[in-house]
């Protein structure tokens, strides 16, 4: 039982006060959105390489109003860090900032991004309801959704399909999926079964989440207070860490961040990988960057009893509320939500979109089969803890499951420990 448990597991895993006005109800600024003129736009890496081609899209309508992209590092936490550091110094060095969804409480409160009135984006109406939420603090909106993100299953097809074994829908049947095809496919010896984010970061914190959520436990409850300490917490974390401990995770998963796992996958040394939709065109691509090209399919994560629970993911941007040219800012970030440009950059990236129609177009649906699961993950996803603490929170629940996973640190203490922490610093 302790290698199904591990199997199981393995599907789990699968970023202020300003000079245009005054500080409203909930934090951050509030006033006109006025000055037009050149802006820069903070984003961490594209790994993608189409983001040039949707910003020269505006450039090339607005002359005057150039944007100019300050790319920052890849992992999540170090953009965080660079965006907190410029809003602590007021500087004017990013206009516009593409934040990860979980950082909305945290900047708003800080005063360090401008609220924006709803009757200033247009298309707000179009998007997915949950995106929406992501974007408001107190109830005022202070970000647009201009992606979201939803955790899918990649799985080798050829490789399940020569085995005679379906897509596995709940942990058990994955770990008999992975034993089927190592037992019954020759070319699968050696393949690992499954990988998902695991490295000391905030893509930990995702897949802890979904690992929780999953086996029907919750990090924060809707009453605000965390309640990580329970039985159905404990199942998950199990899941996960027996994982580790059978190797039906690779030990080398310990330090895998999105791309890390991404290039596992794509080099034929997994059979099941949890990772966000961007993979989905990346791993499909047939310059000889990917062996897999063809190979493989997208099914949701699986969970305890059925269908799991992903973590909703996705990108807001913000206005800097120590930008000179706000009038502009708000009116790039309109353009970049619009559904023009949402579905190029799905066409670009294969990442997911916020504007609800896109998930139903004919043409997109043919193009990228996921994105029927892949609205199921959104709009059943359970978001992060939304706390103004975040960086806090989610260092603490970081190190809980590094311990856990990394060092074999017991799931019960270690649930009980991050249980008497994130009470520390979830205060309200």
Not at 147 to 166: E, F, M, P
Not at 288 to 317: E, N, Q, W
């Amino acid at each position: 039982m302790a290698l199904a448990v591990a199997g199981s597991l393995v599907l789990l895993a699968s970023a202020c006060g300003g000079d245009d006005g005054g500080s409203g109800s909930g934090g951050g600024t509030t006033g006109a959105l006025e000055g037009r003129g050149p802006i820069t736009f903070a984003t961490g890496k594209d790994t993608s390489g189409f983001l040039p081609k949707q910003v020269e899209a505006w450039n090339s309508q607005h002359p005057t109003e150039k944007v100019e992209i300050k790319e920052l590092p890849e992992d999540a936490d170090a953009q965080r860090q660079q965006m907190i550091q410029n809003a602590q110094n007021k500087s004017d060095a990013f206009s516009v900032l593409n934040m990860d969804v979980v950082w909305t409480s945290e900047f708003a409160a800080n005063q360090w991004i401008t609220q924006i009135p709803e009757d200033k984006v247009p298309d707000l109406g179009k998007l997915i309801p949950a995106t929406v939420e992501t974007a408001k603090y107190r109830d005022k909106l202070y970000a647009v959704p201009i992606t979201s993100d939803g955790g899918l299953l990649y799985y080798r097809k050829d490789l399940l399909d020569q085995a005679g074994v379906q897509v596995p829908k709940t942990w058990d049947e994955m770990l008999a999926a992975c034993l089927a095809v190592q037992g019954k496919v020759p070319s699968a010896k050696g393949m690992s079964c499954y990988a998902g984010q695991f490295e000391k970061y905030e893509g930990l914190t995702v897949n802890f989440s979904e690992a929780i959520n999953s086996a029907g436990g919750e990090v924060v409850g809707k009453d605000g207070k965390p309640n990580i300490d329970t039985p159905e917490a404990l199942a998950g974390l199990t899941e996960l860490t027996n994982g580790f401990k059978t190797g039906a995770i690779p030990r080398s998963a310990i330090t895998f961040k999105e791309e890390e796992s991404r290039r596992a996958f794509q080099e034929g040394k997994l059979l099941f990988l949890r990772n966000w939709p961007y993979v989905y065109a990346l791993a499909n691509k047939t310059d000889g960057s990917s062996k897999i090209a063809g190979k493989f399919g997208v099914a949701p994560l699986p969970g305890k009893t059925g269908p799991g629970v992903s973590s909703l993911g996705g990108h807001d941007y913000a206005i800097s509320a120590f930008t000179k040219n706000k009038a502009t800012a708000v009116d790039f970030i309109n353009f970049m939500a619009s559904e023009e440009r949402q579905k190029a950059n799905i066409e670009g990236t294969s990442q997911a979109p916020t504007y609800a129609s896109l998930y139903d177009d004919p043409a997109l649906t043919k193009q990228f089969p996921y994105l029927a699961p892949l609205k199921a993950s959104i709009l059943g996803a359970q978001p992060r803890p939304r706390v103004v603490k975040y960086g806090d929170v989610t260092a603490a629940i970081q190190t809980a499951a590094y311990d856990a996973l990394k060092n074999g640190k017991d799931p019960k203490q270690t649930l009980t420990d991050l249980q008497t922490k994130l009470s520390s610093l979830i205060t309200q």
